[in-house]
């Protein structure tokens, strides 16, 4: 018999409903128990709130204002039931469920319910994320709706979450590591390290349920299988790295480009994107590199390709952009646009992982397994003054600032941690005037917090927009500023209002790029939004003029690629 969705939406229920971790084990234990092996990697998946496995380079693509504007449509419930109950609870799932409840009492009548296996979920959810291309849009909203329509209340809720992505029942995965351990008895350090190796734990908790402990002891890589990637936080500065990483650290040069994966077995050799897709076609040059340059057999490395201008300086990363999008004629792109390789890691060789071993290990091994490929320029350091030399040579040498490496730290594929901090030099901040403003999603749905950054034109005395963030304030501060906004509208247009241009904020970005979706041509990458100027009038702003001194004076160290 196949699991119903029902059943998963009581357990999250009663896991919402404790702290008590032991407790939480033990119900997903008897859980995942209850399931047939092909139930158990989207079960474990969606009660971590994630709906396709972790690997799935698929996104459901489906946004809060889509969600909301369906569930309106299928209840005919005033919105202002959602409101109340979600100014109550702030959780999204549940003001839903109320109005579901509220449809259903309305009515009268049950709305189309029958019952929804995790199967069934499962596969509805690929189809909405497979939805692409032409007529996409109206398609998802289709299977969302026959999905939503036939969930109960309960289902609904935890659909919801589901589709957002904010679970919020406090089981991690690392009480799932347990659960996973408990329910098929296996040593927890054993289910950990394939969850390392396999950066998915929903695909682990399956090979322990379908092929058992001895399988799961052999999880392993294996070359053209691309590794889920490592992730890097952000740290503030070099002193912050330093102390995290308990006063030592490795410093590498952060390259701004696109990381590669290069897997190679005898004479062939495959690359992989950062979003691990097969790339090889599209960078022939790279793959000769790896096959006159590695001599093992087998191996697993990791690098950041940059492209170059004629001077040897790298030029802005949209352009490289071109040459992973390229299909055709890629040998002509690949003399306009030429890349380079550096590398970073390594993880596998002739049949042995190496990610458990630490990181200057690997790196040694790396030097002596990649030949004449340059790996990205390293210091060791614990000293704060050498540090910021380095950082300083690398932005001078046109790069993006630096990567701190904990010197001991393994390959954690998947993981987000402390172990990588990035490091990025800060660009002078530019203080621009908000010009208009749109009302968020989720949490933020009645507040307006995304904000369009302008520039004055001394020429015409027009605002330009150079950005827009939703980045860096606070929920107070997004309150208070929700207020001012709505007291300076000019004009409403669906959920984005105009304003007079009026409030001053201090903006820090990573660069400016050059960008056709604005009129003045040019877009700040990453912005946020540092401090609101409270001492400043929008005269006394950064000019237009001034973006774009700032945006040339990147092309002083970086190379400029010429469309001609
Ligand atoms: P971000 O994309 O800002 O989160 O920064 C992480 C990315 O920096 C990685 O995914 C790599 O593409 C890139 N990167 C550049 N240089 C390095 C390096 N030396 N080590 C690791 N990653 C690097």
Request: glycine letters at 6%.
């Amino acid at each position: 018999m196949q699991a119903p969705f029902k059943a998963l939406a009581e357990l999250c229920e009663k896991l919402e409903a404790t702290t008590k971790r032991l407790l939480m084990i033990d119900l997903v234990v008897q859980f995942l128990r209850s399931l047939n092996a092909e139930e158990i990697e989207p079960a474990v998946s969606m009660i971590l709130g994630r709906p396709l496995p972790k690997w799935s380079q698929q996104t459901l693509d489906v946004s809060w204002a889509t969600l909301s504007e369906i569930i309106k449509h299928i209840t005919n419930v005033e919105w202002k039931v959602f409101i109340e109950t979600f100014s109550k609870t702030g959780d999204i799932g549940s003001a839903t469920k109320t109005v579901f409840e509220e449809s259903k009492l309305k009515r009268q009548t049950t709305l189309f319910e029958k019952s929804l296996t995790i199967t069934e979920v499962r596969h509805q959810l690929e189809a909405i994320a497979e939805a692409a291309g032409c007529g996409s849009r109206e398609k998802k909203e289709r299977l969302i709706e026959a999905l939503i329509s036939a969930a109960s209340p309960l289902e609904v809720k935890y659909l919801v979450k589901i589709f957002i992505g904010e679970m919020r029942t406090g089981f991690h995965e690392g009480l799932m590591e347990q659960a996973i351990s408990k329910a098929f008895q296996i040593p927890l350090k054993e289910v950990q390290k394939a969850s390392m190796t396999l950066g998915d734990i929903g695909e682990v908790a399956a090979i322990a349920k379908k092929e058992g402990r001895e399988s799961l002891l052999k999880v392993g890589f294996k070359v053209f299988k691309p590794v889920r990637l490592m992730l890097a936080q952000m740290a503030n500065d070099i002193a912050e790295a330093l102390k995290e990483h308990g006063g030592k650290t490795a410093l590498e040069y952060k390259l701004d480009g696109a990381r590669i994966q290069i897997h190679k077995l005898s004479e062939e050799v495959k690359i992989f994107s950062k979003r691990l897709t097969d790339v090889t076609a599209s960078l022939p040059e790279i793959v000769e590199k790896a096959k006159e340059n590695v001599r093992a057999k087998e191996a697993i490395f990791e690098g950041e390709v940059i492209a170059i201008d004629n001077r040897g300086y790298p030029i802005p990363f949209q352009h490289l952009m071109r040459r992973f999008k390229r299909v055709h004629a890629i040998e002509e792109l690949a003399e306009k646009i030429p890349v380079q390789l550096y590398l970073f890691d390594i993880l596998y060789l002739n049949g042995e992982s190496l990610i458990a071993l630490p990181y200057l290990q690997r790196r040694k091994i790396l030097a002596e397994n990649s030949g004449e490929i340059p790996l990205t320029k390293q210091i060791v350091t614990d000293k704060l003054e050498e540090a910021e030399q380095f950082l300083k040579a690398s932005v001078n040498a046109g790069h993006e600032g630096l990567m701190a490496k904990r010197i001991d730290s393994p390959y954690t594929p998947g993981i987000r941690g402390k172990h990588w901090l990035k490091i990025k030099p800060v660009l002078e901040p530019l203080d621009l005037v908000i010009v208009s403003a749109e009302y968020g999603y989720g949490r933020r749905h009645d507040w307006l917090s995304d904000y369009y950054l302008a520039a004055r034109d001394t020429e015409t005395g027009e605002y330009l927009t150079v950005g827009k963030t939703f980045k860096g304030l606070t929920d107070a501060e997004i309150i208070e500023m929700t207020r001012r906004l709505k007291e300076l509208t000019i004009k409403e247009e669906s959920r984005r209002v105009v304003v007079v241009p009026k409030v001053v904020v201090e903006v820090t970005y990573n660069e400016i790029q050059k960008s056709p979706k604005y009129k003045c041509g040019m877009a700040l990458r990453f912005a946020r939004i540092n401090r609101i100027r409270e001492d400043k009038t929008p005269e006394e702003a950064d000019t237009i003029q001034r973006v774009r001194e700032i945006y040339e004076k990147q092309f002083l160290k970086k190379g400029r690629y010429k469309t001609s």
